[in-house]
């Protein structure tokens, strides 16, 4: 895991604080797995494209227009996986690399250097949980965000740290089974202890399904039975979502459109779909 790449970096773990002025352009970058991931293919399909648009689905953006928004989120990614097959893209001897690149893969230091070069102030959202639940404890997760984190502040960037979006699996009583409770927790502390932004969304997304009921949430389904990944309606869903928490996290400076009516139905748990 990166914790054991990392043992000879020393980083600053204090809360770094950015100061831009009035109307600073904005850039967002996004970091995660399949439910942050632009769904391309079966088993895929993330909140991603309902926050940035896309013109694979017809998505409409949240952001105002000329807003960079880039989502580097991979399908099956780790907190592990993203940097040891090359999708963080970091030189030197801080990581090791396995030099097989997917084509056309967005990487992260990449994208995030550019952004910063041309004078944006710079989000960077970092969601996982789906897959490091399958192979490790949260506290190792915790140990990989820390080293994310810190990375991120080194190249000028500002990491918010996401909450694992809700599977939506019921219980017969139509409460939500979650068993990504313990890593939504690991994120919250490791945002406490770096004193970075927080997006709840895992609270917010079972609240919001709870209020829903299995049909209604079920029809936010990448397929029938697939209650991880999203379609295009709950790509736009859980893409307001987000850019309604960013925004109550960073009131009045984000480059934010507002959907009033979409923001009013999660707001009370009433479909849209």
Not at 45 to 53: A, I, L, Q
Not at 75 to 98: E, K, L, M, P, Q
Not at 250 to 260: C, D, R, S, V
């Amino acid at each position: 895991m990166l914790r054991q790449l990392c043992t000879s970096v020393l980083f600053l773990l204090l809360p770094v604080v950015f100061a831009f002025q009035p109307g600073t352009p904005t850039a967002f970058v996004l970091v995660g797995d399949s439910t942050t991931a632009n769904g391309t293919t079966v088993n895929s399909g993330g909140w991603g494209n309902g926050f940035c648009g896309s013109s694979y689905n017809n998505t409409p953006s949240s952001l105002a227009p000329d807003t960079p928004c880039i989502n580097t989120a991979k399908n099956g990614a780790t907190t592990g996986s993203f940097v040891a097959d090359g999708s963080w893209n970091i030189s030197g001897s801080w990581f090791h690399h396995i030099h097989e690149f997917t084509p056309n893969l967005p990487l992260l230091v990449a994208n995030i250097q550019e952004q910063v070069a041309a004078g944006r102030r710079t989000l960077v959202t970092i969601q996982f949980g789906h897959n490091d639940m399958k192979i490790a404890p949260p506290e190792s997760m915790g140990a990989n965000l820390t080293v994310m984190v810190n990375q991120i502040r080194t190249l000028g960037a500002e990491p918010v740290l996401v909450t694992s979006l809700t599977r939506r699996t019921f219980f017969a009583n139509g409460t939500i089974q979650d068993l990504l409770g313990p890593w939504a927790d690991e994120t919250i502390l490791i945002s406490q202890q770096l004193g970075t932004h927080l997006i709840d969304l895992h609270s917010t997304s079972i609240t919001y399904c709870t209020k829903l009921g299995p049909d209604a949430s079920h029809r936010l389904n990448r397929t029938p039975d697939d209650n991880t990944h999203l379609n295009t309606n709950g790509t736009i869903v859980f893409g307001r979502m987000v850019a309604d928490l960013l925004n109550a996290s960073f009131p009045n400076e984000l480059p934010i459109i507002p959907n009033p009516g979409l923001t009013y139905n999660e707001t009370n748990g009433i479909p849209s779909y």
